[in-house]
């Protein structure tokens, strides 16, 4: 009787456990995906307050090149920057990489990219690899209007998601290892 009476309290443990673990590792996912797409929103914030601010498709070439490129400093995600007039030619570009690399991005621009852009929404790919570096790249644009919202051209950046997210993919696997050994010491 002592025998069963302990199987069955021991199966109701591992139950409850199971039970608390799995929540917990919804938990973790549920931050987890909060803080991709508060990664995601804060690039496309940047990229759209450029827009609104410096109006990039109205200003001489040279300050559009100085307003891609100071927005490569405090954006290390920013792998390269490109402004595009309405009409889809490139007005300037900027690049933490190769121009030989960097000449790149402007392939990268589907059908999909330039209509969602000129509708006036915001856009971004899928995740791709860089054939070079293995870094995990996705491009976000958003188009550039006047006063008036008349569609000027678009502001593109290929970001890299190995800047920030990985940090947060460690911080992933350090929470399943606390989680594991909180459940292996209570085992015990």
């Given amino acids: 009787m002592l025998l069963i009476s302990g199987a069955l309290q021991i199966f109701s443990n591992i139950q409850t456990q199971q039970t608390t673990i799995a929540h917990q590792q919804q938990l973790i996912a549920q931050g987890a995906s909060k803080s991709v797409s508060s990664f995601i929103q804060e690039k496309f914030s940047v ?3 450029t827009v609104r601010l410096a109006k990039p498709a109205v200003v001489s070439p ?11 400093v405090p954006q290390p995600a920013f792998r390269q920057l490109v402004l595009l007039d ?3 030619q490139e007005l300037a570009q900027a690049s933490r990489i190769s121009q030989v690399a960097a000449g790149r991005l402007a ?18 790919s899928s995740v791709y690899i860089d054939p070079v570096t293995s870094e ?3 491009i976000m644009a958003v188009p550039a209007r006047n006063a ?8 593109a950046a290929e970001v890299n ?8 993919v460690d911080q992933l696997k350090w929470a399943r290892q606390v989680t594991l050994t909180w459940w292996i010491d209570k085992a015990i």
């Avoid at 392939?107 to 971004?124: A, C, N, S, T």
């Avoid at 008036?148 to 502001?155: A, E, S, V």
């Avoid at 998601?161 to 947060?168: G, I, K």
Wanted: glycine share 10%; aromatic share 8%.
């Fill in 136 to 138: 995990p790249l996705v």
């Fill in 107 to 124: 392939e990268r621009f589907g059908g999909d990219l330039l209509v969602q852009i000129k509708q006036g929404k915001k856009y971004i």
């Fill in 148 to 155: 008036l919202g008349d569609f000027q051209g678009t502001l």
């Fill in 62 to 72: 040279e300050e559009q090149k100085q307003i891609l490129e100071s927005l490569l």
């Fill in 161 to 168: 998601l190995q800047v920030d997210l990985w940090d947060l």
């Fill in 86 to 88: 309405a009409q889809d």
């Fill in 47 to 49: 990229l759209e307050t």
